[in-house]
């Protein structure tokens, strides 16, 4: 990952790491109570020193790991603009869990692509993977660009071109996260959602279809 930072991050990390294994609870709550402590810790940090203890989290992370490292790197502004291809390939290597893959893909990849220091061709790539959960992925990185409570103002050619080199991708996992999409999509620009459902009517599946016609039918989930 960019940056080298310093020794601190790391140490930072191993604290964190000992810290969330003495949880008595592990839940939401609980961990993002304690990541908030190292957002404070860092929040004057040189941004390659955050980078520094978000890359020593990563590896072997589960969920809790990885919600620490990525809200802690949202939070600091100095290492999230450092945030390119490179950092967040960094940070999809091993992900293999619904909430993992959501939380990275909100919290630091769609928001990067948004800002376009990741670039199309990176997310198309995941698109493309044999790897389901990039797939996902890909897909649930729209969900910043068009999400008001993300920052997003809207983006329906980015995100009709991920769902669009998904539209034959059969995977529940996939699937969910395509409905996802759209539908936050639609709450921008309803009318792109509306002839996109028209045009690629046949190669949609069947859940996609119902749950985004309901959404732009009726307004709710």
Same mark, same amino acid.
């Given at each position: 990952?960019?940056? *080298?930072?310093?020794?601190?991050g790391? $140490?930072l990390a ?7 294994? $003495?949880?008595?609870r ?24 955050v980078?520094?203890?978000v ?5 072997? $992370? #589960? ?13 600091h502004a ?12 960094e ?7 619904? #909430?993992?893959?959501?939380?990275v ?5 769609? *928001? ?11 997310i198309?790539?995941w ?7 990039r ?18 103002? #809207?983006? $329906?050619? &980015?995100?009709?071109?991920v769902?669009?080199?998904?539209l034959?991708?059969?995977?529940d996992?996939?699937? /969910? ?9 639609? /709450? ?5 959602v /509306? ?7 046949? &190669? ?6 119902r749950e ?6 009726? #307004?709710?989930?």
């Amino acid at each position: 990952m960019e940056g *080298q930072g310093t020794a601190e991050g790391e $140490a930072l990390a191993a604290e964190a790491r000992r810290d969330l294994a $003495a949880l008595a609870r592990v839940d939401t709550p609980s961990v993002r109570a304690l990541r908030r402590l190292y957002s404070r810790a860092l929040a004057n940090a040189p941004a390659a020193e955050v980078l520094r203890f978000v890359r020593s989290l990563l590896p072997g $992370a #589960g969920w809790p790991e990885r919600l620490v490292a990525c809200e802690v790197l949202a939070s600091h502004a100095g290492a999230l603009e450092r945030v390119n291809d490179r950092v967040v390939e960094e940070m999809a290597r091993g992900l293999a869990d619904w #909430g993992s893959v959501d939380l990275v893909g909100v919290t630091v990849v769609g *928001q990067a692509w948004r800002e376009g220091r990741v670039t199309d061709a990176k997310i198309l790539a995941w698109a493309r993977s044999p790897d389901r959960w990039r797939r996902r992925l890909a897909l649930v990185a729209t969900v910043p660009l068009n999400s008001r409570a993300r920052g997003g103002t #809207g983006d $329906a050619r &980015r995100t009709l071109r991920v769902c669009r080199a998904l539209l034959g991708d059969a995977d529940d996992i996939v699937v /969910k996260a395509m409905s996802w999409a759209l539908r936050e999509l639609a /709450k921008r620009d309803p009318a792109a959602v /509306k002839a996109f459902l028209a045009r690629e009517d046949a &190669r949609l599946p069947a859940r996609v279809s119902r749950e985004v016609s309901s959404k732009l039918r009726t #307004g709710r989930k």
